[in-house]
């Protein structure tokens, strides 16, 4: 799996957008970028994934970069709430090969900070 | 919605015990992971199993084992318990055959493992 660079910590204020970088210049041409986020000492929880196009759901949006080495996870309205760590992670999709090797890499992660 | 259910939620065991953690998935999910997350560290993947079978093994001390019954629940065994296995171990599941055609995992509360 490629590896990831993140910022180990930012801060936001309530309410304005959250703008989380992450670089994976090694990423190959099937590596999708996932993003996941563990308040303290909760499990981790899955926010969004992309291969190449951008995406959005009910949590955040996540911007790739046409050459694929960095993405933004956008957090548009950012609450007290969303105060954790936020980890982007880039793997091999899961295929119909039977759920093997799909573990997820954790690095160091960004310990994003929403301060009122 | 159904989420993953591990117990006990906290453990203290004594130096060289032995501990049992067990992890319910999500039903119909059929990979089951375990993750280890040390005091200040990241999430560190251990091992997972796929309809019942070892998947992917990643740094599991040698005194760990590990199991997925049939009804798909998973138990992490731990014996001759070290100071330095205190931890929060965490157990995801997932299904390729949710539909969404990704494997995102779904983490539970977590066990937190005192050794004294």
């Known amino acids: 799996d490629a590896k990831t660079t993140q910022p180990p910590s930012m801060d936001c204020a309530e309410g304005r957008a959250a703008n989380l970088p992450c670089n994976h210049s090694?990423?190959?041409?099937?590596?999708?970028v996932y993003w996941y986020r563990q308040i303290h000492s909760q499990g981790p929880q899955y926010i969004i994934h992309?291969?190449?196009n951008n995406e959005t759901n009910e949590m955040a949006s996540l911007i790739i970069t046409e050459d694929r080495k960095s993405s933004t996870l956008i957090l548009p309205h950012a609450t007290l709430r969303d105060t954790a760590v936020y980890y982007c992670?880039?793997?091999?999709?899961?295929?119909?090969?039977?759920?093997?090797?799909?573990?997820?890499?954790f690095g160091k992660g960004t310990l994003l900070t929403v301060n009122p | 919605a159904a989420g993953v259910i591990q117990s006990p939620r906290h453990l203290i065991k004594e130096k060289r015990e032995t501990a049992t953690l067990k992890c319910y998935p999500i039903?119909?999910?059929?990979?089951v992971y375990w993750y280890q997350q040390g005091p200040g560290q990241d999430p560190q993947f251990l091992i997972s199993?796929?309809?019942?079978?070892?998947?992917d093994k990643g740094s599991i001390p040698d005194r760990f084992s590990a199991q997925q019954f049939s009804d798909y629940h998973s138990e992490l065994n731990m014996s001759s318990l070290e100071l330095g296995d205190s931890a929060l171990y965490f157990c995801?599941?997932?299904?390729?055959?949710?539909?969404?055609?990704?494997?995102?995992?779904?983490f539970g509360p977590g066990t937190r493992l005192t050794v004294l």
């Open positions: 995801a599941s997932s299904s390729w055959t949710s539909g969404r055609g990704y494997n995102e995992q779904f």
């Open positions: 090694t990423i190959s041409g099937n590596e999708y």
């Open positions: 992309g291969l190449k």
């Open positions: 992670i880039v793997r091999a999709p899961h295929d119909n090969s039977g759920g093997s090797n799909y573990k997820l890499t």
């Open positions: 039903p119909r999910h059929d990979t």
């Open positions: 199993f796929y309809e019942k079978m070892q998947s």
